[in-house]
């Protein structure tokens, strides 16, 4: 088969996987005990929870964008 006729190539797959881990991460990041009427859960407004998660899941979405994009620039002289 010709690998020309692909629309991904090998790093555009390691690149997505990456990108996809990430924004698994973050959410991961995001869970944890949540408030009930009867109990307050401080940790709701944690760093981890408000700021790092959703900023790791931000930029794995724009990793992901880069890796769609991604075009290995090849010299070839034909």
């Known amino acids: 088969m010709d690998k020309s006729r692909f629309?991904?190539?090998?790093?555009?797959y390691i690149l997505l996987g990456i990108g996809v881990a990430a924004i698994i991460l973050g959410f991961l990041l995001m869970t944890g005990p949540s408030s009930t009427e009867t109990h307050f859960e401080p940790d709701i407004f944690s760093i981890r929870r408000i700021k790092l998660a959703p900023t790791i899941s931000f930029f794995g979405f724009i990793f992901v964008i880069f890796?769609?994009?991604y075009n290995k620039r090849e010299?070839?002289?034909k």
């Not at 629309?7 to 555009?12: L, M, S, V």
């Open 67 to 69: 890796a769609i994009m």
């Open 7 to 12: 629309a991904f190539d090998k790093w555009n």
């Open 75 to 77: 010299n070839k002289q």
